[in-house]
Every structure is written in structure tokens, then in C-alpha cells.
């Protein structure tokens, strides 16, 4: 047999190659977020990890020099699997898998596409302030380019959703009710959040009155919109799990809970800080602090259940470590990638802002461990994956849904 690529038989759910490794980028800022001072600036620019080289200790040294290997490396992939897709889904709108896929529940994983452009603009404004100097400076200019992007990236969204809804809310019947068996449709929900979250980031760092009220209200609709469909799809798709089980190869969207609280929980965070910076409203820091263990515990009981029909289903055997590929296995990134990126937030805005943990003391690093461990884990999943699925075989991909 004629070697070829698992990637060969396309499905929308590749783009979720790109959102990954546009996770991992944030996981990789997470280190400079959080480990290294910025006075006067909510997120770390050039210049703080400059003056942190500078005078910090050799365990800080190496901490960013970590950092700024993993963002450059997984930015790289970030955009290289982006325009893959782009590319192959380009192609593969011609094709009659399309029309078929059009005609099907798995219409929403095209979904997937808005969401991998979302994450890149996201990922690039970090590449931005880790790489440019005096990016700050001019910072002011770009927050609305960044909020036009995300807007067309919306609207795209949307119209996707509209063309779906449209089509099974007109006409009887041609819903699957017994394929609705996972959380396969919330991706247009992650998607939705994942633009919320860009519109969120001007909230937190603009100082433009007009700027950080456009910020908030966009993201809150965009937010609010995700939390909508979401419910009901969660809703939907529970019923039909409880009647025919889960279906095996859209298992790993039982987790896609975990990365959708993460965003829609920083989407929050950042809103938070642009309302007590702009206007003066003011949320305590034990607030905070039991927000985002709400938040910790919607995504620990989710991902029990994920991990025990994954299990019981024996799909790491047959999809990860064993010979079958399948395009969905790309969404078990990003909840191992949110659950660090949530660990990070939790301890750091949560336990060290609250004052019940010292920074850098030793429970810090031992939680701290754990996000890092998780990390660590998804990178490795993410290099096995990308071998599966864009290496040359003779195995044939399992089709997608």
C-alpha cells in the first residue's frame, strides 16, 4: 500500500492541530504572567523579561528562558497547522464529502475553523508582547485592529451557526437525534467563547474609556451567546448519551467542558479588572478566589466523567497509543491545556492575591507542579498526535463523525 497521511481524509476537526498548540502558547506565558513583575502593566511586555533576566535569580532566568522557547516553538505550530488547514479545508469545500458533511449533525465541526482563528489572534498579540519592543507604547492603536478581527471572526461564527440552525430548526428530520450522543455540538459554543475572550482583553489593559466599554459589551455578548448554546447543546446531547451511550470516536468532547469554563472564566476575569480599573466597581479578592474554585470544580467533575467513559471505552488503547486515528483525538489538547491554564489563574489570582499562599512558597510550587505536569503531558500528546496524524503510514484514518 501506497504510504499517506492519516491527515489525507480531511475533517474540519484538524483545525483543533492549531488550537493546541495556540493553548500550549498561553500554558508557556502563563511563567512570565505570573513569575515575573510588571509594574504598571497588567501583562508582561519585552522589557520585564529584560529587566527580569537582568536581576532575577538563575531559577527565574531559566523559568523564562523556558517560556520563551515554548511560545516561540508553539506559536510556530500554532500558525503552521492554521494554514494547513486553511488550505486542505479550501480544498475540501469542493469536494463531495462537503455536501455530505453539510447535510449532517457534523455540519458544526466546521466551527472548528473561527475557533483556530480566534486562538491565533490571540496567540499572536502574546507573541507581540514577548518579542516586540516597545510593543506597550502603541499598544493603544492595536486594541481596536484586535477587536475589528475578532469581529469578522464573530460574524463568520455566527453565520456557520445560522446555516446549521437553519437548516435542522426549518426541516424535521434531519437532526440525528441517536448521533447527538457526545458534546460534539458545543463546539460552536467554544467558539463563541474563544471570540468573547479576545474581545475581553481591551477590558483589561486599555485605558480608553470608549475602548474598554466597546470591550465589555461585545465580549459579554459573544460570552453570553457561548453559555447559551452550550446549555442547551450540553442539555440535548446528555439525553441522547443517556439513551444510546456515547459515541466512541466523539468521546474526547465529554472534556470540552473543562477548556470552555477556562476561557469564558479568563473572558470574566479580564471584564472584572477593566470594571475596577475604567469604572470603579470593585470585586474582594476572597471573591475572586471562590469564582474561580467554582470554576475548578465545574471542570474537575467533567473531567471525571470524560476520563471514565474514555476509559471504560478503551479509546486511549485504540486512538492515541494504538493504530487507529481519528481527527477528534485533538480535542483531548485543549482540556489538559485549560485544566493548567485554570491551575495557574486559581493559585496565583485566587490563593496568592487572597493571601492564604505565599508566592513561590511551598505549597505554591507543589500546586503549581500539577499545572505543570499537565502541561508537559499535552506537549507530549501533542508531539504523538501530530506523528499519527501528518506522518506518512499506511494506516487509514477511522472516518469522522
Not at 508557556?28 to 513569575?35: A, D, E, I, K, V
Not at 531559577?59 to 520563551?68: D, F, M, R, S, W
Not at 469536494?95 to 455540519?107: H, P, R, V
Amino acid at each position: 500500500m501506497q504510504p499517506k497521511r492519516a491527515a489525507d481524509s480531511y475533517s474540519p476537526l484538524y483545525f483543533l492541530a492549531s488550537v493546541g498548540a495556540g493553548g500550549l502558547n498561553v500554558t508557556f506565558f502563563m511563567y512570565l504572567m505570573f513569575w515575573v513583575k510588571h509594574p504598571g502593566k497588567p501583562v508582561p511586555t519585552f522589557e520585564d523579561l529584560v529587566a527580569a533576566w537582568g536581576t532575577g535569580s538563575t531559577a527565574l532566568q531559566a523559568g523564562i528562558a523556558v517560556a520563551v522557547i515554548g511560545i516561540a516553538a508553539m506559536a510556530f505550530l500554532n500558525l503552521k497547522y492554521l494554514v494547513w488547514n486553511l488550505k486542505a479545508f479550501s480544498t475540501f469545500r469542493k469536494t463531495d464529502a462537503f455536501a455530505k458533511l453539510k447535510a449532517s449533525n457534523a455540519e458544526t465541526t466546521i466551527l472548528a475553523m473561527p475557533l483556530a482563528l480566534a486562538m491565533a489572534v490571540n496567540g499572536l498579540f502574546i507573541v507581540g508582547l514577548v518579542f516586540v519592543p516597545g510593543l506597550w507604547s502603541i499598544v493603544e492603536y492595536l486594541f481596536p485592529a484586535a477587536m475589528i478581527a475578532f469581529f469578522l471572526i464573530g460574524v463568520q461564527a455566527l453565520m456557520y451557526i445560522g446555516d446549521f440552525l437553519g437548516r435542522v430548526l426549518t426541516k424535521g428530520g434531519v437532526f440525528d437525534v441517536t448521533a447527538h450522543n457526545s458534546f460534539a455540538q458545543l463546539l460552536p459554543a467554544f467558539a463563541l467563547s474563544m471570540v468573547a475572550v479576545g474581545f475581553s482583553a481591551p477590558a483589561a489593559m486599555s485605558g480608553n474609556g470608549v475602548v474598554v466599554a466597546t470591550s465589555l459589551v461585545l465580549s459579554t455578548f459573544f460570552g453570553t451567546a457561548s453559555i447559551i448554546y452550550g446549555a442547551v447543546a450540553l442539555v440535548t446531547a446528555f439525553n441522547s448519551m443517556l439513551h444510546y451511550g456515547t459515541a466512541k470516536e466523539s468521546a474526547p468532547t465529554l472534556l470540552i467542558i473543562i477548556p470552555l469554563v477556562t476561557v469564558l472564566g479568563i473572558m470574566f476575569l479580564r471584564q472584572f479588572h477593566g470594571l475596577h480599573t475604567t469604572f470603579d466597581a470593585h470585586m474582594a479578592a476572597g471573591e475572586t478566589l471562590v469564582f474561580l474554585a467554582r470554576l475548578l470544580t465545574i471542570q474537575v467533575v467533567f473531567l471525571g466523567l470524560g476520563l471514565t467513559v474514555l476509559a471504560r471505552q478503551g479509546y486511549w488503547k485504540d486512538f492515541v497509543f494504538g493504530n487507529g486515528t481519528s481527527p477528534g483525538s485533538y480535542a483531548l489538547v485543549c482540556p489538559g491545556v485549560a485544566l493548567s491554564v485554570m491551575l495557574h489563574f486559581f493559585i496565583n489570582k485566587g490563593l496568592v492575591a487572597s493571601g492564604v499562599m505565599d508566592k513561590f512558597s511551598l505549597g505554591f510550587w507543589a500546586l503549581s507542579t500539577v499545572a505543570l505536569v499537565l502541561q508537559f503531558a499535552m506537549i507530549a500528546l501533542v508531539l504523538r498526535l501530530n506523528r499519527q496524524h501528518f506522518g506518512l503510514t499506511v494506516a487509514t484514518a477511522v472516518p469522522a463523525e
